[in-house]
């Protein structure tokens, strides 16, 4: 059973091997394991991921919206990081 009393968790989950963990939800869950259960009942009834991570929401720490422009202004100039310099090959998947 789980309630608005215990700690939130971000549940992320991974659809197939080789692809990213995605972020797709929260549980409220009273420990790691509880919340690695849960997660499962709740975002993965019909087999669509292959793993699963839990992490405390107090865990996580975001940027400031109203910051964006000083913090990812920079990167700006930097055109050289920006992969417009070559072609992908049409049979090359998940860049």
Do not use: Q
């Amino acid at each position: 059973m789980t309630t608005p009393d215990f700690p939130l968790w971000e549940v992320f989950v991974r659809a197939k091997g080789g692809l990213s963990h995605r972020h797709v939800g929260s549980v409220h869950a009273a420990d790691a394991r509880m919340a690695i259960e849960s997660a499962r009942d709740v975002y993965t009834r019909r087999m669509e991921g292959v793993s699963l991570w839990v992490v405390p929401s107090t865990a996580i720490v975001a940027s400031d919206p109203g910051e964006s422009a000083s913090l990812f202004g920079p990167a700006e100039d930097k055109v050289y990081r920006h992969p417009t310099f070559y072609v992908v090959p049409d049979n090359v998947k998940h860049i």
